[in-house]
């Protein structure tokens, strides 16, 4: 039994701060606290005894540090401590358990000089904090264990931790995955990114329509960042260039900036799973170099006063979910500048000793561009060798040349980022300048290969002139990266085929695939315990780290007992799903349905709305009698997508989902049978949640336009069937799971450039399919908005007579599809079957998997 202390703890002078003096002690002693505090104080801290650690904590241990921390990091007594006064302690309490290892680890990096994984990323999506923490260091039962013995429940803490949703989507939390398993596999990793001070928006409804609201995420504290404004950057933008001699005689170019901010390191900590390695996330945080005019101040107009500071911090004030405005999209090219600033002066002033030979510098650090947004940190680069280190430009560039790697993340052709030259003339002119010398060399080198031929040069000038003369980012990564993949097989075949076919032909061994991946640790064990449990007793627990493990469940699909119990776990997912949804947004989720889920970002290529056209359709052949209700298979359709809030379609589309849901759970005749929830501000956690719970997971963009999904592999590892058409990872998918494991339907990318080459009429195949044409008319007739047929005309317009991604088209053969979904889950022992299937067969789309393949084929790092 715990004595709980109320209020101060004994001895705090023998309680000194643990793990801050590792740093600076020699390299060739290894920090022993027992050797400088003595015994009883190492065993009490054993963390801060460094690297090997096994396990110490006691229950006891714990509940001191719990209560030190809410005492004196808090500063509240337990009786009077609010939950969020717990949760912040015990967020820093298992913090600092894990900065031991931390700094340890990043010491014995950098003295072991290895080489380092720099992920560059606009967006980390990476889900709440304390569960994956509790999870990586063993410590979930001593604290849970001990947070009851103070009377204090840990799944209500874990409920009050806020998400940093710093992402949109999926290349934010892919980014999330990839550094979660780089810690795991031991690769030294830094994850560079931005701190947003507002991550992506939080959705709410009113009357069915998507409004946004600020994602204060950071309000309550944020317990688990360390942040080092003595450690701030300068990161300049703005004025001129010019040309002048140096000591040595030679002429030079310099930058001449005119305004400056500063970018303060957030870092955050990154642990690999029972593995003692923590790796760094360092987030910038933008700030004024001046805090403001006293002078000014002092005259009264405050406003003036603090204009320049406020100018300085919108860098880092709120994630972009579009760009669509001028103001804007300069701001988010000053976004990625100051990020990859930061983080390149950080790595090589920082990370590497002081008198390091920079022409080494690709022995040290292989940056990742995570997509374009990172993408300016090429000329950056050059910048700091050519203007700053005074090298020679050939050599800087054959450096440049071997330090990054380009990751492209879609194909469609308005999301290739390009920057009008303009803009960066203002903004960052060296750099545009750089820009220029690195295309010049580039198409000297094209000439030369393919002599005569011009429209070739034009076509691979990383500058174009049209629509206006501007920088195409992707051709910039392109000439710049040692490697450049796409996200999946398809995607990847697209990308060398169809977006930079000329550079796959003058560099084909330039270019890879790396089929994305999901962490296992995130989506499945701490996701989906239900389902661990029975995974742990069938065939143990090394699949965490070893997902093609999973491959042993394979006979187990053919056990009757072992696919009961399958069933028990999708049946206490549901239940679990059911209790939240119920608490969170007062959406009563029918027992007994099949659950069939779509959540991802609202998107046009994705489409939802044919989705919604399934769902009308079903619904106007039960009231119009053209079917017997007895017949259907209950559903219970989940939504989960935000809209970009600038983006009209997707925001009508979302209007719709919401209103066929009100009326659908309003009329009698079907809501036993069909139900749409729609929760509102779909993101990691709630994914957590509604993954698991799933039977049927929806993939259903138009093939060639989703560049690999990862929530396709969230829900097939979770036991989920995917519906779905031959796009992105959804192909690779299949083929591992098989044919009659997987619900394909759809045209294929040849067939739909085909049909678009041929001309695509949507309207004609309204009228030439009558399932289609009633679902439609019931959209449009004002069934779902009180009469009001305006309501719905932009939606219902769109899909007639645009239909950009060919949801028509593919209708018929997704109503056929869904039909044999119902007929297959008749038979729920079958259903559960093909489910386990999949959970044996896609161990695959682990992101370990991934990321040793980046390491084996493009960065050529190794664990430590
Ligand atoms: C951005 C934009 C911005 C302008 C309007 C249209 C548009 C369309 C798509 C995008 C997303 C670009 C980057 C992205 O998030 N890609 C996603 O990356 C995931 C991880 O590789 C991948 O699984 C998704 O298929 C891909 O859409």
Known sequence: MIHVIEGNIPNVSENQPFATTLDSLPADETPSVEKRFGPEFAATHPLAVGPVVSPPHSVDGFVKEFLRELNFGTGVLL????????????????????????????????????????????????GRQLG????????????????????????????????????????????????????????????????????????????????????????????????????????????????????????????????????????????GYHNGRVNTLRLWSAQATKAFDLQIFNSGDYAEAVRAQTFAENISKVLYPEDSTPQGRELRLQQQYFFVACSLRDFIERELPADFDLHDLPERIIFQLNDTHPVIAVPELMRLLVDERKMDWDEAWAVTQKCFAYTCHTLLPEALEVWPTEMLAKLLPRHLEIIYQINDGFLREVREAFPGDEMRARRMSIVTDYPERAVRMAYLATVAGAKVNGVAELHSQLLRDKVLPDFSEYWPEKFTNVTNGVTPRRFIRLANWNFTRLINETIGTGWVTDLDRLAELEPYAEDPEFRARFRQVKAANKERLAKLLV????????????LDVMVKRLHEYKRQSMKLLHILSTYEQIISGAIDPATVTPRTFVFGAKAAPGYKMAKETIFAINAVAATLAADERTNHLLTVAFPANYNVTLAEKLI?????????????????????????????????????????????????????????????????????????????????????????????????????????????????????????????????VDELYADPDAWSRKAILNVARTGFFSSDRSMREYLDRIWHAKAL
């Open 583 to 594: 608490a969170r947004d007062g959406i009563v989720l029918p027992e007994g349905h099949l």
């Open 132 to 271: 994956n923490a509790l999870l990586a260091t063993g410590l979930r039962d001593i604290v849970e264990e001990g947070l009851e013995s103070c009377g204090i429940n840990l799944s209500t803490l874990r409920a009050q931790e806020v998400e940093p949703g710093l992402g949109n989507g999926g290349l934010g939390r892919l980014a999330a995955c990839f550094i979660d398993s780089l810690a795991t596999l031991n690769v030294p990793c830094i994850g560079y990114g931005i701190r947003y001070e507002y991550g992506i928006f939080r959705q709410t409804f009113v009357d069915g329509r998507q409004v946004e609201q600020p994602d204060a995420w950071l309000s309550l504290g944020s317990p688990w960042e360390f942040p080092h404004p003595e450690a701030a950057v300068q990161v300049d933008f703005g004025g001129t260039t010019e040309e002048y001699v140096d000591e040595d005689g030679t002429p030079r170019r310099r930058w001449l900036p005119s305004w400056n901010v500063l970018g303060v390191p957030y870092n955050y900590m990154v642990p």
């Open 692 to 820: 698991p719970a799933a039977d049927l997971s929806e993939q259903i963009s138009l093939a060639g336009k989703e560049a690999s999904g990862t929530g396709n592999m969230k829900f097939a590892l979770n036991g989920a069937l995917t519906i779905g058409t031959d796009d992105g990872a959804n192909v690779e998918i299949r083929e591992l799971v098989g044919d009659d494991n997987f619900i394909l339907f759809g045209m294929s990318e040849p067939e739909v450039a085909d049909l678009q080459a041929r001309g695509y009429n949507p309207a004609a195949v309204y009228e030439s399919n009558p399932l289609l044409k009633r679902a439609i008319d019931l959209l449009a007739s004002g069934h779902f908005t009180e009469g009001n047929r305006d309501a719905m005309n932009p939606l219902v317009m769109d899909l007639l007579y645009n239909d950009r991604f060919l949801a028509l088209a593919d209708f018929q053969s997704y109503i056929e599809a869904q039909a044999k």
């Open 79 to 126: 009786s009077r401590a609010t939950v969020n006064d717990q949760y912040v302690a015990l967020a820093r309490t298992v913090a600092h358990y894990l900065a031991a290892r931390w700094l340890e680890g990043g010491r014995t990096r950098r003295e072991a000089g290895v080489k380092v994984v720099g992920y560059l990323s606009a967006e980390y999506l990476l």
